[in-house]
């Protein structure tokens, strides 16, 4: 049974959707200063989220109506949290190395992380992606992904 004292916003599923709306909002902002052509995919991407964020909320809010106990945001703390640390070893090391190597070596990472571990399987994840991601911008958009510091231009 709900604690009766806690209120129905404060339960773990609906302060994770608030929060991650919150910071996708936040985010969103930027993307205005940006050309079109490179703003679509991160609006596009946060806007997503913002709507996932407040489905995510409404169905929480609805089971709060109907008395349904808080459920925890995460079975897997530590797998969160070395996903999160993974993809800001991603993000700075696009940087350095560049988005085609760190991609390359993120996907198989974070998947592994979240627990598939077939070497084939992520392999061929991971050429999917980098296939794709270069032939719609790549190729498509004529869009170029950081080189990276260490690689001379």
Excluded at 97 to 102: D, E, K, L, P, Q
Excluded at 135 to 150: D, H, K, T, Y
């Amino acid at each position: 049974m709900p604690d009766p004292n806690t209120h129905r916003l404060l339960r773990p599923e609906s302060l994770t959707a608030i929060g991650l709306f919150v910071a996708a909002a936040v985010l969103l902002f930027p993307t205005a200063q940006l050309q079109p052509i490179s703003a679509l995919l991160p609006a596009s991407m946060l806007i997503a989220m913002m709507v996932f964020s407040a489905v995510l909320l409404i169905a929480d809010q609805r089971k709060a109506a109907a008395g349904e106990a808080a459920q925890r945001v995460t079975k897997a703390p530590k797998r969160v949290l070395l996903a999160f640390l993974l993809i800001v070893a991603y993000a700075v090391s696009v940087d350095f190395v560049g988005f085609y190597v760190s991609t390359a070596v993120a996907i198989p990472l974070v998947a592994y992380v979240f627990g598939y571990r077939n070497p084939l399987g992520l392999a061929i994840a991971t050429v999917i992606m980098l296939s794709m991601i270069y032939l719609i911008f790549g190729v498509a958009m004529s869009q170029e992904f950081p080189a990276g510091r260490l690689w001379p231009k």
